[in-house]
Structures are given as structure tokens and as C-alpha cells.
């Protein structure tokens, strides 16, 4: 059975009604990365970290999956399927995909700020400052900020590596290690970027590239895939 790896970033989530990062209206258009998605942001002003994460994760939790993400789970009718993502919504598995790597955490976990392998499920919860987690420290998001270490990227880079076909969904691959992941695919390999924009890193004609929205481009690719 071929081996499908789908690497995923906030574009794949957009039609699901979350807000996407560097798309005009996008998360850091209205917040400073600094402020709220990095470590030292954190020990400056916890609180304005906590709210952050607690109203992404709020809605994160009453989001659906769309067409993109169901058509993903389709492609197991005849490969294995693997999805790398960049994303901290759960939208990949509520849409019923299993095999689902989070490069950059999850939304719906929290973790002991000491420990980082203390994780609790938290669901659509808020975490405010006091409350603990069984060590007795403070309960942060399970999100890897910037300038933490993205602990599951070799694993990544080595399914990457496996793959027969690549699609690469919805993100600019502007931050690293994630973007780094697509120059691990075997040469030759068939590779395609569904995204209405054209993130430069795709600009070789090694690239079957899909302009349009993950919601339509998807599928389509999926009743090609399954139909050859
Ligand atoms: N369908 C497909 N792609 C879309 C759609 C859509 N409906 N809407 C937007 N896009 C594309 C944009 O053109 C862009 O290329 O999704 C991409 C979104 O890029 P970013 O906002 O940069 O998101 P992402 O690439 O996932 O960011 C990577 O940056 O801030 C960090 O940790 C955060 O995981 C995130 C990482």
C-alpha cells in the first residue's frame, strides 16, 4: 500500500471559521509573537499568554471539520495516510484521522510548566494563572512557542523521507523546522501544494501546484488519487 504524507498549516483550518496567521486578518496581524507565543513573552505576562491560547482554544473547540479535512480521512479507502501538521486544533482527528503528528502542540492540552511531558486533556477549558498541575507548578498550554524546541520533528522528517506522495495543505512555510520538512521527500516522488497563494519554497515545476481553497482543492485531489 503507498504511503501518503500530508503536511498541513492554517490554511486547511480557514474554512473551518479559525483565522489563519499571516493572511491579512490573520492572529499576528492583531497580536505580537512576542507578546503571546514565546517563552519569554510567557514569563513577562502569564495572564496575557493564558487569555491568548484560552479564547483560540474556546473556539477551536466549536469548530467542525471541513471538506478538506473529511477528504484526507477518503484516502484511506487505498494508502496509508500520514499528517504532519503545524495546526493545535483537533480538526484532523475530529474529521477521523488517526495518524496525526502536532509539530506545534495541541490546543485542547495543558501541560506543567516544569515538566513537559506532564499533559492533561483540558478539552475547550480555560487555564488561569493558579492553577496547578500535579507537580505543583503553574498549567501552561501544550503549544510549542517560538524558541522552544519542536520535540517530534525527526520523527516527521523520517515520514517525510517514507513518502510516496507528499501534498503539502494550507501554510506559507514560513517558520522552521516545519517548512524544512519538504526537502526530505525522496527525488522524484509526486508532490502537490493546495493554497490559492504561492509559497515561494513550491515555485519548482517538481510541484503540482493547486490554486484554490483546501475545501475544493482537496477533494478533487483525493477523487484523482483514488481514481488512478
Ligand atoms: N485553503 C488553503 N490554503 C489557505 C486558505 C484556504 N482556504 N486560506 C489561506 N490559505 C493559505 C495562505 O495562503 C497561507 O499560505 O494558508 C497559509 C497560511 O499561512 P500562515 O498563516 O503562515 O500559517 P502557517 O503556515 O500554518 O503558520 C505556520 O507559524 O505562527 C506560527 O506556529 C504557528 O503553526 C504556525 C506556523
Redesign the pocket.
Known sequence: MQHIVVLT????S??SGLK????SG?L?EGHS?DEV?SIEGWYRNREKVLDFYNKRREQASLATPNAAHIAITNLEKKFRVTIIT??VDDLHEKAGSQDVIHL?GLLKEARSENDPDLIIDIGGDPIHVGDLASDGSQLRPNIVWFGEPVPMIEVAANIVLKADIFIV???????YP?AGLIHYTKEGIPKYI????F?ELTMGDDWTHIRE???MGMPKLVDELLDN
Request: glycine share 16%; net charge negative.
Open positions: 498549516g492554517a490554511g486547511i480557514a474554512e489563519t496567521f499571516r493572511d490573520g499576528w509573537i507565543a503545524q495546526n506545534h495543505i494550507g501554510t506559507s512555510l514560513a517558520v516545519a493546495i493554497d490559492p497563494n509559497p481553497g483546501a475545501a
